[in-house]
Nanobody, 122 residues
């Protein structure tokens, strides 16, 4: 069974930090990029960061650059998103996804996690 399970969400104050985890199972981890997305109420889902589990290349949305760090542990089939200097506008449900073609017209999703809530209060 293909599965992505996020954890690590919660509530923090402005300037705080959280580390999200995305544990993958049921597919060949190296065959896909793992991306983090977020969606706040009334908004479209937004790509935050992505990592190639094959060669470790990373990509960040402008909103994440300098504050968020994506990393992977291939031995654990897990990808992390370290989020620092959090702002109220980072409040959203965060999802991880296995995909190919990050931020291209041919981006294709293999599977999604169920999401984890991040709330940043001012």
């Amino acid at each position: 069974e293909v599965k992505l399970v996020e954890s690590g969400g919660g509530s923090v104050q402005t300037g705080g930090s959280l580390r999200l985890s995305c544990a993958a199972s049921g597919f060949t981890f190296d065959d896909y990029e793992i991306g983090w997305f977020r969606q706040a109420p009334g908004t479209e889902r937004e790509g935050v960061a992505c990592i190639s589990t094959n060669d470790g290349r990373t990509h960040y949305a402008d909103s994440a650059k300098g504050r968020f760090t994506i990393s992977r542990d291939n031995a654990k089939n897990t990808v992390y998103l370290q989020m620092n200097s959090l702002k109220p506008e980072d409040t959203a449900v965060y999802y991880c996804a296995a995909l190919t073609g990050w931020a291209t017209p041919v981006m294709d999703f293999h599977s999604w996690g169920q999401g984890t809530q991040v709330t940043v209060s001012s």
